[in-house]
Structure formats: C-alpha cells, structure tokens
C-alpha cells in the first residue's frame, strides 16, 4: 500500500522560510512526476510546483524565484524549500504523485496535508 507522509509546515513570518518533505512508503512500485498543491480557505486547489522523475520542474507564477521543488529518488522523497515566504502563501500545502504499482497501475496519490502560515 502506497501512503505520502508529509512534515514540515508551520507558522513563519513574511520573509522567512520554511521546508516540506514528503516521503512516499511502500515497495514494488516506481514514482513519476511529484508536486506539491495547496489550497487556501475558499480557493481552489492550484499546482505550486512539480518535478519530473529526470528532474526536470516547473512553478506556478507566484512562487517563481522564491520556491525550489526537488526529490531525492533513493530516499523516494520530494521538498519544497519555501523562501521569501508571504501572507497569501497562506494554505494547506498537498503533496501529489504518480506511482505505478502492479495492483493499481498508474494513479495519483496524495499526502494527508501540512498547514503553513505566514504572518505580516
């Protein structure tokens, strides 16, 4: 059984940082693209970042310059350094995966949610 647990998160002031990890358990399966959503109260969830199993990524607009996505394969764990950090960064930050498995094929998965609040 596939499960992402996510850590980091928190409470953080404007211009702070703060780094989320998420870590994909199980075995027999092979991990795709990874990303990180979030989703602010009364908003839509919306793609923060993504990183392809070669590395290659790609950010929403407003977080270019201030967010880095990366993965480490052998620890089949993705981050999210978050920098500069804002108040309308304010969300609960999702973790999303495309895992194969030979029971389930390809499908999406996701983590259970982090909080993170950025104060002015």
């Known amino acids: 059984q596939v499960q992402l647990v996510e850590s980091g998160g928190g409470l953080a002031q404007a211009g702070g940082s703060l780094r989320l990890s998420c870590a994909a358990s199980g075995s027999d399966r092979t991990i795709d693209n990874m990303a990180w959503y979030r989703q602010a109260p009364g908003k839509q969830r919306e793609l923060v970042a993504i990183?392809?199993?070669?590395?290659?990524?790609n950010y929403a607009d407003s977080v270019k310059g201030r967010f880095t996505i990366s993965r480490d394969n052998a620890k089949n764990t993705v981050y999210l350094q978050m920098n500069s950090l804002k108040p309308e960064d304010t969300a609960v930050y999702y973790c999303n995966a495309e895992i194969m498995t030979w029971y389930s094929g390809l499908r999406a998965y996701w983590g259970q949610g982090t909080q993170v609040t950025v104060s002015s």
């Open positions: 990183i392809t199993s070669s590395g290659s990524t």
